[in-house]
C-alpha cells in the first residue's frame, strides 16, 4: 500500500495522473493538494472523489501548516509535485507569483518531507529516511533553453532557461537536487515536453484554438508560427511519472516526450481541418459551437488564422531525447499523434460544460487583457 501527495491534482497534467492512478493501482491512498487558481478546478476530479481512496485538500504549496498537517495525518511515502504557476505568457506578465510558487512552494514541500520522512541521523550526519519513501519534482522542457533547427535535449543539456516561467522551475530543479545532495533526500525529477489532451485549460495552444474556433473567433498564432514544439499525449506523460517514482533511479532527472516535433501553425492547421472533418462527419459535434447560425460550417478554415505579436524571448523550438527513459524503464509513448489530437478534439466538443466552468470569470478578463478584441 502507497500513501501518495499529489499536488496540483485538480489542473491538467495531475487530474490526468490522478485517474490514471486510480485506474492503474488498487493498493493506494491518493491526497490532492490544490490551492485551486485559475488553472485548477474541483470539478475536474469531482467523479474520482467519489473514490475512498482519494481525497482532497484545499492549499497553497507555500504554506508550510497545511502541508505539515497532510504529513501529520497519513504516511506519505510518495510526494508528486504538479503544482506551478505553468503559462509562459503570464509569467511574463507577473514574474513574482512564478518564483513565489515555483521556487518557494518546493523549497517548502521537500522541507516538509525531509523533516517527516526522518528517521534518525548517519554517522556523517546525513538524514536517514523511512523505507520506500520519495519526491518527485514535474519539470519541463524548457529548463534547457531553446534550440535551433537540429539536435535534442537530453539530461546532461546544460540548464539555460530564458522565460520567468522556465527561470523558476529551472530555480526548482535546483532546490531539488540541493536536497538531494545536501541532505541525501531520495528525488526525481522528470522533464518533459509540451501535453496535450483533455482537461487542457484553454490559454494553452491547442484548447485555445478548439475553444476560438467553437466561439467564431480569430486563431492568434504569434510571431510567424514556425516556433517548434514536441507534443505529448498526457497519458503517457502519466505513465512516465508513475515509472519514475515506483522505479527511477533515486537522484536522477529522466527527460519525457515522444519525437513528435511540430510547427505550431502546422498544429493550428491541422485542429481547423479536425473540427470540421469531425463536424462533417457527426452534424450532432456542430452543438457546440457557440453561435451555431447555420449548417454552414465552411467558415471554419485557415482564414481565421491572424498572426500577432511575437510573445517577448520566445523560444524556437523544443525537442527531447527520451532514450534514458526507455533504456531505464522500458517507457515509450503509446498515443500517435494523429489518434491523440483526433481525441482531445472530441473530448472538447463532448465536454463543453467543463469547457464553460473554466472559462467563466477570470478567463474572460485574461483573454480581454492578453489579446484584445484579435
Ligand atoms: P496547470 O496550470 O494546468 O495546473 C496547475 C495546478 O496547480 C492547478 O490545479 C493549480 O490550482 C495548482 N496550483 C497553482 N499554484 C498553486 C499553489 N501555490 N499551491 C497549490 N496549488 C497550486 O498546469 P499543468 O499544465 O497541469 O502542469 C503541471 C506541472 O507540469 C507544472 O509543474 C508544469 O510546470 C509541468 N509541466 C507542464 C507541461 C505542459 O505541457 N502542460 C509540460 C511539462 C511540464
Ligand atoms: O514544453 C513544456 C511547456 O509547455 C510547459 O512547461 C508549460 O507549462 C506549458 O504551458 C507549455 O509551454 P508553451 O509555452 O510551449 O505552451 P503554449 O501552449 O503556451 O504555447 C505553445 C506554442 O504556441 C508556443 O510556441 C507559443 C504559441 N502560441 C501560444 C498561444 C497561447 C501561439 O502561437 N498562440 C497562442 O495564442
Not at 474541483?42 to 508550510?64: C, E, Q, W, Y
Not at 487542457?200 to 486563431?219: A, R, T
Request: charged share 25%; with cysteine; net charge negative.
Amino acid at each position: 500500500m502507497k500513501n501518495y501527495l499529489v499536488t496540483g491534482g485538480a489542473g491538467f497534467i495531475g487530474a490526468n495522473f490522478v485517474k490514471y492512478l486510480l485506474k492503474k493501482h488498487s493498493d493506494i491512498q491518493i491526497v490532492v493538494l490544490d490551492d485551486l487558481t485559475y488553472a485548477g478546478n474541483l470539478g475536474t476530479i469531482k467523479d474520482d472523489l467519489a473514490d475512498p481512496r482519494l481525497s482532497f485538500v484545499k492549499g497553497n504549496i507555500t504554506d508550510s501548516a497545511v502541508v505539515a498537517s497532510i504529513f501529520e495525518k497519513q504516511p506519505i511515502d510518495l510526494l508528486i509535485n504538479f503544482a506551478a504557476e505553468s503559462h509562459v505568457d503570464r509569467s511574463i506578465e507577473n514574474p513574482q507569483l512564478f518564483l513565489q510558487t515555483n521556487i518557494l512552494g518546493t523549497q517548502n514541500l521537500l522541507d516538509t518531507a525531509k523533516k517527516y520522512w526522518t528517521t534518525g541521523k548517519d554517522e556523517n550526519g546525513y538524514p536517514i529516511y523511512r523505507e520506500g519513501v520519495k519526491y518527485l519534482q514535474v519539470s519541463t522542457d524548457e529548463v534547457y533553453g531553446s534550440l535551433g533547427e537540429t539536435g535534442y535535449f537530453t539530461e546532461t543539456t546544460p540548464l539555460d532557461p530564458r522565460s520567468p516561467y522556465s527561470a523558476s522551475k529551472t530555480g526548482a530543479d535546483l532546490i531539488v537536487m540541493a536536497y538531494s545532495e545536501t541532505y541525501k533526500l531520495p528525488v526525481n525529477i522528470t522533464r518533459c515536453s509540451n501535453n496535450y489532451g483533455p482537461y487542457h485549460f484553454p490559454e494553452k495552444l491547442i484548447p485555445l484554438i478548439i475553444n476560438n474556433i467553437l466561439e467564431g473567433k480569430k486563431l492568434p498564432v504569434y510571431g510567424d508560427g514556425s516556433n517548434v514544439r514536441d507534443w505529448l499525449y498526457v497519458e503517457d506523460h502519466c505513465k512516465a511519472i508513475d515509472l519514475v517514482a515506483l522505479n527511477g533511479r533515486t537522484g536522477e532527472v529522466y527527460n519525457i516526450g515522444g519525437h513528435n516535433e511540430k510547427r505550431n501553425i502546422d498544429i493550428v492547421r491541422l485542429t481547423i481541418a479536425t473540427i470540421r472533418r469531425l463536424m462533417e462527419e457527426n452534424p450532432a459535434y456542430k452543438k457546440a459551437l457557440k453561435s451555431p447560425s447555420s449548417d454552414d460550417i465552411s467558415w471554419i478554415n485557415d482564414n481565421l488564422i491572424t498572426f500577432v505579436k511575437d510573445r517577448l524571448g520566445h523560444d524556437q523550438r523544443y525537442a527531447i531525447d527520451p532514450a534514458k527513459i526507455t533504456r531505464e524503464l522500458g517507457w515509450y509513448p503509446e498515443t500517435r499523434f494523429e489518434d491523440g489530437i483526433v481525441k482531445t478534439i472530441r473530448w472538447y466538443l463532448e465536454n463543453q460544460d467543463w469547457v464553460k466552468e473554466v472559462t467563466s470569470g477570470e478567463y474572460q478578463h485574461y483573454y480581454e487583457e492578453m489579446y484584445g478584441n484579435r
